[in-house]
């Protein structure tokens, strides 16, 4: 496996502790998550049926304000996986330094793949890829600028996992064009990563062939269920949303005062340069709160946000000490 967040068992191996003892601040994944209630005994026993496969497709389109061609998948990870798939091997230019699997999935899958650190320069690409914000640093594009490069590339991919909390930054609202398609996780801004649902967005071309690849199970019955749920609760999202901008600026507080400058984020990730971020990292896991360092940037660490106040207290304290 690439490095990621999340990867909690490494934290353990070497601070100790069980992983309930943790505060995982590795992802960006929302510790207040969304409250899935009661789940029928038929989501987890039945196959999914068509029917509720669809109801979960409009929902999406609800939650992400689109018409367009919509395929529910396991994940936006399964979307990243099948990418290589929809045309033959040729030019991937990527916005980076952003998340590793593009480059990894695309490689090892006969791609010509370059990172490139300006918009402009991914033009000519057979495959574009943006991360809208991008992670790690959460850097935006305008919707302006993206649509302006679809002309200029063979397929451009958005991914918008970060979008959540942003709605105006998304171009979901146009992905019928041919040649763009969008992905979105699920399980970030609503805190259900576990949960495994993701969605891609586009021209009906590139979702016929992603739902064909992705079999007639893409998701599970509990899936579909919650994220019929989640999707269209809009007075939850707009509160978690709010919420967390408020979040936002109580932890840049808080690493101001350790002397951190924030190089960018999104409402549910931080990017702190540090002096050594290992350091800082290793501070933070003895007091069993586990942050994300960067191989490539060794004074970058990024935190997710805390949840509950208890998380809050922990997080200060171990600052303090």
């Excluded at 996986?81 to 590793?100: C, D, E, M, S, V």
């Excluded at 305008?142 to 105006?168: C, M, N, Y």
Aim: charged fraction near 20%.
């Amino acid at each position: 496996m690439r490095e990621h967040g999340g990867n909690l068992d490494l934290a353990q191996q070497r601070f100790g502790g069980r992983a309930e003892d943790w505060i995982d601040l590795s992802t960006g994944i929302n510790r207040l998550p969304y409250p899935v209630g009661e789940v029928s005994a038929r989501a987890w026993s039945a196959l999914p049926s068509r029917a509720e496969i669809e109801a979960l497709h409009q929902a999406a389109r609800h939650g992400y304000r689109t018409s367009a061609p919509i395929v529910a998948m396991g994940g936006a990870q399964s979307a990243i996986q099948l990418l290589p798939q929809l045309a033959a091997p040729g030019r991937a230019r990527i916005f980076g330094p952003t998340y590793n699997e593009y480059a990894g999935v695309l490689s090892a899958a006969g791609w010509d793949v370059q990172e490139v650190a300006e918009l402009d320069a991914l033009g000519g690409a057979d495959l574009a890829i943006v991360v809208n914000p991008n992670n790690p640093d959460g850097r935006r594009h305008s919707r302006k600028d993206l649509l302006a490069l679809l002309s200029r590339v063979g397929r451009l991919v958005i991914d918008e996992s970060f979008a959540d909390a942003d709605p105006q930054l998304s171009l979901a609202p146009e992905a019928d064009q041919p040649g763009l398609l969008i992905l979105r996780s699920f399980g970030k801004f609503y805190g259900l990563a576990g949960l495994r649902l993701g969605f891609a967005i586009g021209h009906a071309a590139d979702i016929d062939r992603l739902a064909a690849m992705s079999g007639p199970w893409p998701v599970s019955g509990a899936a579909i269920a919650i994220g019929c749920r989640a999707l269209r609760d809009d007075a939850w999202a707009e509160a978690t949303s709010a919420r967390l901008a408020r979040d936002c600026v109580r932890l840049d507080g808080m690493a101001h005062s350790q002397g951190w400058r924030l190089v960018g984020g999104t409402p549910l990730f931080r990017l702190y340069e540090t002096p050594d971020a290992l350091a800082a990292q290793e501070k933070l896991a003895r007091s069993h709160i586990w942050s994300r360092v960067f191989a490539r940037e060794p004074t970058w660490l990024r935190l997710g946000l805390p949840g509950s106040e208890a998380e809050w207290t922990r997080l200060a304290e171990a600052l303090a000490r």
